[in-house]
């Protein structure tokens, strides 16, 4: 079992950053690859950037040079900075964490990108 918890969502102009923290349960060097997922009202959840246990990173075409995944494995943290935030990276960012394959969820944190 494995719990997350994201914190650092909030409300945001245009062009600018945020950081999303991710606090999982247990360490991370256990876990294989952690994760985060947006979904906008009305959308599915679709991947924005993960990182494996061995630090390889995927980023989805859309974030790619502006959000940044690390992970902190004495905090048992992964992070999420986002910069030149647009309007359309408005939505839920959830927290993902593959385990023993099974994938376990946080409870998701809003973004708002607006004027």
């Known amino acids: 079992q494995v719990q997350l918890v994201e914190s650092g969502g909030g409300l945001v102009q245009p062009g600018g950053s945020l950081r999303l923290s991710c606090a999982a349960s247990?360490?991370?060097?256990?876990?294989?690859?952690m994760g985060w997922y947006r979904q906008a009202p009305g959308k599915e959840r679709d991947l924005v950037a993960s990182?494996?246990?061995?630090?390889?990173?995927n980023y989805a075409v859309s974030v790619k040079g502006r959000f940044t995944i690390s992970r902190d494995n004495g905090r048992n943290t992964v992070y999420l900075q986002m910069n030149s935030l647009k309007p359309e990276d408005t939505a839920v960012y959830y927290c993902?964490?593959?385990?023993?394959?099974?994938?376990?969820w946080g409870q998701g944190t809003q973004v708002t990108v607006s004027s």
């Open positions: 247990r360490s991370i060097f256990s876990i294989n690859t």
């Open positions: 990182i494996t246990s061995g630090g390889t990173r």
């Open positions: 993902m964490a593959t385990y023993y394959l099974n994938n376990y």
